[in-house]
């Protein structure tokens, strides 16, 4: 198999300091590098976020040995239809599934008080509340995942009634986030300004949608992570980061 990354933005120099445009990644068996690639072009150079002028693509290849099988998150939907039902709703999400007050405070305030998107999540204690990476602005990047069946991921979607490239990416992430050593919860809502549904995941509850959790043209996103102590933050961070892991459906 291959991991194809893309990452893409616009009005840097040589890609560095400008505007994040989008980023995707992809394992795929050889026979689809191709048609996957020119996909993933398509959409740095047709995104909502601006037309990239710089594109970076890295194709590698992966040991299918190596990969860790996780089941996909079971979805559910919360309908709601404005930002604050949203977010209030993510809240009590989050302290249902076990995540302190103090530390769902400390994350929306984290979130919402940032003025440009970070590229990667925040890392919190589920107890304590405190932030437990050192990314600071750039934060963790969860890589190196995708379905283990893309036809079968895709029947489950369209059953789902859940079309877009947001929500089967986030799904799969979600699902690899939620399967780490530690893993207790997550809350996403898009940096795109065009898509305002959120959701917060965990093991013990799955995948919940929650279609409004911002406000239409917003530009600004984030993940956390919350985990529960005692964990190998290193370990959790590899983890995250490199170890490849496919999504059974
Ligand atoms: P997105 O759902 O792609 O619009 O991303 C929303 C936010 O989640 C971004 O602004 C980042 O802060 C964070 N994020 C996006 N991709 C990742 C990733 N692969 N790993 C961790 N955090 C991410």
Same mark, same amino acid.
């Given at each position: 198999?291959?991991?194809?990354?893309?990452?893409?933005?616009?009005?840097?120099?040589?890609?560095?300091?400008?505007?994040?445009?989008?980023?995707?990644?992809?394992?795929?068996?050889?026979?689809?590098?191709?048609?996957?690639?020119?996909?993933?072009?398509?959409?740095?150079?047709?995104?909502?976020?601006?037309?990239?002028?710089?594109?970076?693509?890295?194709?590698?290849?992966?040991?299918? $040995?190596?990969?860790?099988?996780?089941?996909?998150?079971?979805?559910?939907?919360?309908?709601?239809?404005?930002?604050?039902? +949203?977010?209030?709703?993510?809240?009590?999400?989050?302290?249902?599934? +076990?995540?302190?007050?103090?530390?769902?405070?400390?994350?929306?305030?984290?979130?919402?008080?940032?003025?440009?998107?970070?590229?990667?999540?925040?890392?919190?204690?589920?107890?304590?509340?405190?932030?437990?990476?050192?990314?600071?602005?750039?934060?963790?990047?969860?890589? $190196?995942?995708?379905?283990?069946?893309?036809?079968?991921?895709?029947?489950?979607?369209?059953?789902?009634?859940?079309?877009?490239?947001?929500?089967?990416?986030?799904?799969?992430?979600?699902?690899?986030?939620?399967?780490?050593?530690?893993?207790?919860?997550?809350?996403?809502?898009?940096?795109?300004? $065009?898509?305002?549904?959120?959701?917060?995941?965990?093991?013990?509850?799955?995948?919940?949608?929650?279609?409004?959790?911002?406000?239409?043209?917003?530009?600004?996103? +984030?993940?956390?992570?919350?985990?529960?102590?005692?964990?190998?933050?290193?370990?959790?961070?590899?983890?995250?980061?490199?170890?490849?892991?496919?999504?059974?459906?």
């Amino acid at each position: 198999m291959f991991s194809i990354k893309m990452r893409s933005s616009l009005g840097g120099k040589n890609g560095v300091g400008g505007k994040h445009i989008s980023g995707a990644e992809r394992i795929v068996k050889s026979c689809d590098v191709e048609k996957t690639v020119s996909s993933l072009l398509e959409r740095a150079r047709n995104h909502e976020r601006g037309k990239a002028d710089f594109i970076n693509l890295k194709i590698q290849e992966v040991n299918e $040995n190596e990969a860790v099988r996780v089941p996909l998150l079971k979805i559910t939907s919360k309908k709601t239809s404005s930002k604050s039902e +949203g977010r209030s709703f993510a809240k009590s999400e989050l302290l249902r599934i +076990g995540v302190s007050e103090v530390a769902v405070k400390n994350a929306f305030e984290a979130l919402e008080s940032l003025s440009d998107s970070m590229r990667g999540a925040i890392v919190l204690d589920a107890d304590s509340g405190e932030r437990l990476d050192s990314f600071g602005m750039r934060g963790v990047r969860c890589s $190196n995942m995708d379905v283990a069946d893309k036809d079968k991921y895709e029947k489950k979607l369209s059953e789902l009634n859940m079309a877009g490239e947001h929500a089967r990416e986030a799904l799969v992430l979600a699902s690899k986030v939620a399967w780490a050593k530690g893993a207790l919860a997550e809350l996403c809502w898009s940096d795109d300004p $065009n898509y305002v549904t959120g959701y917060v995941a965990s093991q013990k509850f799955g995948y919940t949608r929650i279609s409004v959790m911002k406000d239409l043209g917003d530009y600004v996103g +984030g993940r956390v992570f919350f985990v529960r102590l005692p964990i190998d933050l290193d370990s959790y961070i590899d983890y995250l980061q490199n170890q490849v892991v496919l999504v059974e459906v």
